[in-house]
């Protein structure tokens, strides 16, 4: 069984994220979708609350598991048996960063575990969590960005932090 592993802080989880991961559910027999919860930089959800939407996000697909994680990624793909590391590119400035992360990852475990980049569908390129998120802060529509639950979970949120603490959420 190859069991592959979908990282990232999913803030808030959107189309592009979803397609990488049915996509990559059709490549590996497991897809782990973790959720990492204390990442450096401003988040506007907890770690609960991206769980409970990327849970419901990839729940018609029965090969995508989710999950919360802390620490080095590579250690923890070590630590669930995972073969390979997913990541998705939109952009040529995302194969930089995503190549020094696939080098750092062979430093720290060797060949033990892969790296595979699979390219966004055309449709999503423009697509990152902060852009959603800062759309949502100017009451702007993300409805086709998102699915509707995550939609409605970004206007709550909005309208519980107010205008003041916004500002420090929107940052990556």
């Given amino acids: 069984m190859v069991r592959a592993l979908f990282p990232g802080t999913f803030d808030p989880i959107h189309y592009g994220h979803m397609d ?5 559910s059709k490549l590996f027999d497991e897809v782990v979708m ?3 919860d204390k ?3 401003n988040l506007l959800f907890s770690p609960e609350e991206r769980m409970t939407l990327v849970t419901e996000a990839v729940s018609d697909n029965p ?6 994680y802390s620490g080095l990624t590579i250690e923890f793909a070590q630590r669930i048996n995972a073969h390979v590391i997913v990541r998705g590119l ?3 400035s995302d194969f930089e960063f995503e190549f020094r992360m696939a080098l750092a990852n062979q430093r720290l475990a060797g060949a033990a575990v892969e790296t595979v980049a699979l390219i966004t569908a055309e449709q999503h390129t423009f697509l990152s969590s902060s852009t959603v998120r800062e759309i949502a802060a100017l009451n702007g ?3 086709s960005m998102v699915p509707p639950y995550v939609e409605l979970a970004l206007k709550e949120k909005v309208s519980q932090m107010g205008e003041q603490s916004l500002p420090n959420a929107l940052r990556d």
């Fill in 20 to 24: 990488i991961a049915n996509r990559a």
């Fill in 141 to 143: 529509d993300v409805s």
């Fill in 34 to 36: 973790a959720v990492y």
């Fill in 63 to 68: 090969k995508i598991k989710v999950t919360g």
């Fill in 90 to 92: 939109r952009v040529f």
């Fill in 39 to 41: 990442p450096l930089k």
